[in-house]
T-cell receptor, first 117, second 113 residues
Framework: AQKITQTQPGMFVQEKEAVTLDCTYDTSDPSYGLFWYKQPSSGEMIFLIY??????QNATEGRYSLNFQKARKSANLVISASQLGDSAMYFC??????????????FGSGTQLTVLP | DADVTQTPRNRITKTGKRIMLECSQT?????MYWYRQDPGLGLRLIYY???????NKGEISDGYSVSRQAQAKFSLSLESAIPNQTALYFC????????????FGPGTRLTVL
């Protein structure tokens, strides 16, 4: 089974509007972390935001917030006030933290976001 | 200077050739990783290393080998390149804590003809 599922291959949003990028995950590990990365067309991977499985509050970083619903195993990224520079591929990733795990990131297939002027 | 560097940035090679991709980091991290990115598949782990004496296979290690020459250097080799190894390759490093994000290099775009 897929550990990270991003069901939206592509999304469009009007400039200055908010957009939600979906991410669901699957794990039996009680301790894990969820990450979002942005990959612009230039190719580099840019870390955006982190949510720990035991964190009580949803993570926020500037215009980025993570809508964490633990019971539903979802970790959606919300971008407020979209800008043209937000056009990029966005990846959701998970790290399981049980002993003996590689603690590597497992990535979803990504969502290509296009911000329209 | 970038914290994680990769060389070369682009490489075109022929089937059957041996090729090495190099990664260096100045983060002081013990943990280093090699990923491969294919369109529509996200990033997949090839190999990872927790320190100089520790090398582990990831999800898609067949056809690849690695060497951890020092804490700061982790190289990926394709012993006999084949066309389906054409991809974007990323090196990454991270700290030990679960909340530490991975820092990625700029990527190496490899084309095998």
């Amino acid at each position: 089974a897929q550990k990270i599922t991003q069901t939206q291959p592509g999304m469009f949003v009007q400039e200055k509007e908010a957009v939600t990028l979906d991410c669901t995950y699957d794990t039996s590990d009680p301790s894990y972390g969820l990450f979002w990365y942005k990959q612009p067309s230039s190719g580099e991977m840019i870390f955006l935001i982190y949510q720990g499985s035991y964190d009580q509050q949803n993570a926020t970083e500037g215009r980025y917030s993570l809508n964490f619903q633990k019971a539903r195993k979802s970790a959606n990224l919300v971008i407020s006030a979209s800008q043209l520079g937000d056009s990029a591929m966005y990846f959701c990733a998970m790290r399981e933290v049980s002993s003996g795990s590689a603690r590597q990131l497992t990535f979803g297939s990504g969502t290509q976001l296009t911000v329209l002027p | 200077d970038a914290d994680v560097t990769q060389t070369p940035r682009n490489r075109i090679t022929k089937t059957g050739k041996r090729i090495m991709l190099e990664c260096s980091q100045t983060k002081g991290h013990d943990r280093m990783y090699w990923y491969r990115q294919d369109p529509g598949l996200g990033l997949r782990l090839i190999y990872y290393s927790f320190d100089v004496k520790d090398i582990n296979k990831g999800e898609i290690s067949d056809g690849y080998s690695v060497s951890r020459q020092a804490q700061a250097k982790f190289s990926l080799s394709l012993e006999s390149a084949i066309p389906n190894q054409t991809a974007l390759y990323f090196c990454a490093t991270s700290g030990e804590m679960s909340y530490n994000e991975q820092f990625f290099g700029p990527g190496t775009r490899l084309t095998v003809l």
